[in-house]
């Protein structure tokens, strides 16, 4: 437990100078659907897991308040946790798609008076894909919850901001600043970073994109740096870029092609001790009609590459799969163990 929180306050406590770089790619196809692709970059062990969780399961929200969210899951899914108390990233039997990925700007919403329920907001990812089928129920949901940042300790919030996509094609990201809920929602939404807040990033693409599709080359001048910006447009760039699928393998193949535009292959220079970067731990990509888990994982001297198909783990039974097991390859389906993951916290 002690090594647990350690990283944790290493993650919070990581200050101005330490940038987490993580990307999410959204990509609608017309004949294969809508392609996922995201890195996840941090600068410390993660220790992520694969949780499978059935449907029909309770939970309940951590707090003191007595309009604490409490709710008993509608969707079967599949999630990718961190730290062994949050998720980053899933999508559920439904093809809904939510993702986590830092946010300075992020906020609590104010306490009311309107006895809404509470949500922690390390509990979103798994909320999200409990009870919502599209990202219009989604943000419906959501905006009727006072949602609040975890705290780790008198000082300290995980802070985030939290992408959504369906297997229709929509998009949306969903912010709270200065504590305010805010959804950005259009199918044309389809890169998402981090800091600052999405409607900046938006600006900054029209300054930059491509005046016409004849530009869409090698040629065109695209900024290098790591930062959320320039990561943002690159990876707009890609997807205009990128040359229509041709089956669902070939679709994951080439939105994961995209991917080292974005991430960040090694951690960057120091600042007082922190890098001023963080490089990118592992990739997930998936097809939301598929259902099929690609990971990449590579931290310290492993390297892997596999995936797990969901369509065959959802019998009704909970899942588990180390993901940093450096033997992993190919198609692990079968690896993975019956038990509960990490929702065991937060069952009712």
């Known amino acids: 437990m002690s090594r647990l929180l350690i990283a944790i306050l290493i993650f919070i406590n990581s200050g101005q100078y ?6 999410k790619l959204m990509w609608n196809t017309e004949d294969f659907g809508v392609f996922i692709a995201r890195s996840e970059d941090f600068d410390f062990e993660t220790i992520p897991t694969l949780e499978v969780r059935a449907k029909g399961q309770s939970y309940i929200s951590p707090g003191e ?37 830092s946010l300075n700007e992020d906020s609590d919403e104010p306490v ?43 000082d300290t919030k995980f802070d985030g901001h939290y992408v959504l996509q ?10 709270i600043t200065d504590g305010k809920f805010h959804a950005y929602h259009n199918k044309k939404y389809n890169v998402f970073t981090n800091s600052p807040t999405y409607d900046q990033h938006l600006a900054a ?12 080359s090698g040629l065109f001048p695209l900024p290098g740096n790591t930062s959320s910006q320039h990561r943002y447009i690159r990876g707009k760039y890609m997807l205009e ?38 490089a990118t731990q592992y990739t997930v990509a998936y ?17 892997t590459q596999y995936k797990a198909d969901f369509k065959q783990l959802d019998d009704g039974k909970n899942y588990v799969l180390d993901a940093t097991d450096p033997e992993l390859a190919g198609d692990i389906t079968s690896k993975f163990n019956e038990q509960i993951g990490i929702m065991k916290l937060y069952k009712q």
């Open 166 to 175: 369906d297997k229709f094609g929509d998009s949306a990201v969903i912010e």
């Open 205 to 216: 693409w029209e300054k930059a994109k491509p005046e016409n599709q004849s530009q869409v």
């Open 241 to 278: 870029a990128m040359p229509l699928p041709t089956s669902y393998i070939n679709g994951i193949l080439k939105i994961n092609s995209a991917l080292p535009t974005v991430a960040v292959s090694i951690v960057g220079g120091m600042y007082k001790g922190k890098p001023y970067t963080t």
């Open 18 to 23: 330490n940038t987490y770089a993580c990307t």
């Open 112 to 154: 009311t008076n309107n006895n809404e329920q509470e949500l922690i907001n390390i509990l979103i990812i798994p909320y999200a894909l409990d009870n919502f089928a599209s990202v219009k129920e989604a943000i419906t949901g959501l905006e009727k919850l006072r949602i609040y940042r975890a705290d780790m300790n008198e």
């Open 287 to 303: 097809n939301l009609d598929e259902k099929i888990m690609h990971i990449r994982y590579q931290y310290g001297d492993t390297f």
């Open 65 to 101: 308040a007595s309009n604490v969210a409490k709710w008993t899951s509608k969707y079967s899914s599949i999630m990718v946790t961190l730290l062994g108390i949050t998720s980053v990233e899933g999508f559920n039997e439904k093809g809904l798609s939510i993702s986590a990925l």
